[in-house]
């Protein structure tokens, strides 16, 4: 990177010719256990997220470090309670932000704090188990400069209980909304056919027995008869956070002219 600025300084390539170089793909090793991608977010607006599920405890402390080394900032998910223990002690100088149902963690250097762009998302549950999956959405909506509004319990076997959250959601006037569902799925189908917003459905694997696991749900959002709608993974509350956050993102800077 330095050698790209000094030969901007120098006038040897023009602007654009180092925004392309400062987007070529960043690796940076941690040992033999990971490549960090450390140019992602210069690259494409999205922060590398570390996934530790699986990963042992030292590995897991050693890629935080480096990661707050080389961009101030660590973002990990799916936590277990050993690896959560060992992160607050290791990192307790650093600003630490807990999403205790996602079971996610946010470690800054406490001069950082994320730029806002002016995004708006909306985020919906059918119910409060589908909390863990929500919080995930919100966190890298967040960190990825957005501000979010939570609803949980919107689900359809009380329709009733989706008039208010919905109408919170028209009234700060978000750019898209995720809405995470599990059993039948039936919620972002719902809402679908009743705003204009951009909305991205989570299905997440709460249910049991025939179709159970996130299946039913998953097939029934594939299957919407609502347009507007698009479908990520089950469970993948940090897929939907970023592609929403992309839209939202994209639509501040839209109003701002830039």
């Not at 050693?62 to 607050?88: F, H, P, V, W």
């Not at 960190?143 to 919107?154: H, N, P, Q, R, S």
């Not at 025939?210 to 299957?223: E, S, T, V």
């Amino acid at each position: 990177m330095r050698e790209i600025l000094e030969r901007l300084a120098q006038g040897k390539i023009t602007v654009d010719e180092a925004e392309r170089a400062l987007k070529i793909n960043v690796v940076e090793n941690v040992g033999n256990v990971a490549k960090l991608d450390i140019g992602r977010e210069l690259r494409r607006n999205t922060p590398e997220i570390i996934f530790a599920e699986g990963k042992a405890t030292k590995d897991l402390v050693d890629i935080c470090s480096r990661m707050l080394a080389k961009n101030g900032r660590a973002i990990a998910t799916r936590l277990d309670d050993e690896q959560i223990g060992a992160l607050k002690k290791e990192f307790e100088s650093f600003t630490m932000e807990t999403f205790p149902h996602a079971k996610s963690m946010v470690l800054k250097k406490r001069d950082q704090q994320p730029a806002r762009s002016g995004g708006k998302v909306g985020v919906l549950t059918a119910g409060t188990v589908d909390l863990a999956v929500a919080e995930e959405a919100k966190m890298i909506a967040e960190e990825m400069g957005c501000e979010t509004y939570l609803e949980a319990d919107a689900g359809v076997a009380g329709i009733h209980r989706l008039v208010r959250p919905l109408r919170s959601m028209l009234e700060n006037d978000v750019d898209c909304l995720i809405v995470v569902a599990g059993r039948e799925g039936a919620l972002p189908t719902v809402v679908a056919g009743l705003v204009d917003i951009p909305l991205v459905a989570v299905p997440t694997s709460s249910g049991y027995g025939y179709g159970g696991g996130g299946q039913a749900a998953l097939m029934a959002m594939l299957q919407a008869c609502s347009l507007g709608l698009a479908v990520v993974n089950i469970d993948s509350g940090i897929a939907a956070g970023v592609v929403a956050a992309q839209i939202a993102n994209r639509a501040a800077r839209a109003r701002s002219g830039h």
